[in-house]
């Protein structure tokens, strides 16, 4: 199930959308919706990509689907911390796992932390994608960040973050992306403020940095 959702809805001062938000929050990703959500049932494959139709009950927060989501976004969010005391690029491979498998547990464990101004992120990857996470503080609301991305560059501020730390990403990216198909949100996890950016690869090749400097 995909929600889609408009990313800039808070800055365009649409009302908040408690049920979309919910249902994020019930599928593992809590995050804050502003305006109209749409949401969709899609097989997406190497072989195929169809949506589907779907039951109202497919949409409760029982459904059979929200236990693997919840578990697929909880995977994500401990990717981009658990390799933050590790050597950047360790990855640990358990015995006995094939080429493949070794290659597609690299991907899911491919997070590192850099200092860019003065400020901490977190990103991990995928084949599809690059997740950037930002601690900021408890106050910050969507009209506190600026982003401005295009297809190679990126530009991110965030207003709350101490002074000399507000510049959180600028300059290159390590890879082209697609930025119509990018998104970013504000949620909290344990009790702390979370920006969390999520670029979408033009191409499928692993990116050694957010950055080309990085």
């Not at 249902?23 to 097989?43: S, T």
């Not at 991990?124 to 601690?135: F, R, Y």
């Not at 600026?146 to 990216?173: D, M, S």
């Amino acid at each position: 199930m995909n929600l889609y959702v408009d990313d800039t809805g808070a800055m365009k001062g649409l009302p908040g959308n408690a049920r979309a938000a919910g249902l994020a929050a019930a599928a593992g990703h809590p995050c804050e919706v502003h305006g109209d959500a749409f949401v969709a049932r899609v097989v997406d494959s190497e072989e195929a990509f169809e949506r589907l139709d779907f039951t109202l009950a497919e949409v409760a927060s029982d459904a059979a689907w929200i236990p693997a989501a919840q578990a697929r976004n909880a995977r994500r969010r401990a990717n981009a911390g658990k390799m933050a005391d590790l050597v950047p690029g360790a990855v640990t491979i358990e015995p006995g796992k094939a080429a493949a498998e070794a290659e597609a547990a690299h991907a899911r464990a491919d997070a590192t932390q850099q200092a860019v101004a003065g400020a901490l992120y977190t990103y991990s990857q995928d084949t599809e994608e690059v997740v950037v996470e930002v601690a900021v503080p408890p106050e910050t609301r969507a009209g506190d960040v600026a982003l401005a991305l295009k297809a190679e560059t990126i530009a991110l501020t965030v207003a709350t973050l101490p002074e000399g730390a507000r510049v959180v990403l600028q300059g290159a990216l390590f890879q082209k992306v697609r930025p119509d198909e990018s998104s970013w949100s504000l949620a909290t996890h344990g009790g702390q403020r979370v920006l969390q950016l999520t670029l979408t690869k033009a191409l499928n090749l692993r990116w050694l940095g957010v950055l080309r400097s990085g």
